[in-house]
Nanobody
Framework: QVQLVESGGGLVQPGGSLRLSCAAS????????MGWYRQAPGKQRELVAD???????NYADSVKGRFTISRDNAKNTVYLQMNSLEPEDTAVYYC?????????WGPGTQVTISS
């Protein structure tokens, strides 16, 4: 059974940093592109960044230059380093494969940027 658990969210001030982690179990991680997604209240869930099994990365324009996605295949974990955070980054952050599979959505982790 595939399980994805996000962690590392919290409340930080604008300009601050957070590092999110997504620990994966099951078979989803092995050869899949993994992504970080986020959903703000009243908005659709969107892809923030993804990374292939070989380490090729892709970023949404809104986070390019501020966020860095990485993965540790040996630990079955994908990370999202978030710097220069803005109030617009406030959302619940999720990980999943890309393309996402509905049954693989984890619980998410709340990121709140506020002064």
């Amino acid at each position: 059974q595939v399980q994805l658990v996000e962690s590392g969210g919290g409340l930080v001030q604008p300009g601050g940093s957070l590092r999110l982690s997504c620990a994966a179990s099951g078979s989803i991680f092995s050869f899949n592109t993994m992504g970080w997604y986020r959903q703000a209240p009243g908005k659709q869930r969107e892809l923030v960044a993804d990374i292939t099994s070989g380490g090729r990365t892709n970023y949404a324009d809104s986070v390019k230059g501020r966020f860095t996605i990485s993965r540790d295949n040996a630990k079955n974990t994908v990370y999202l380093q978030m710097n220069s955070l803005e109030p617009e980054d406030t959302a619940v952050y999720y990980c999943n494969s890309n393309p996402a599979l509905r049954r693989y959505w984890g619980p998410g982790t709340q990121v709140t940027i506020s002064s």
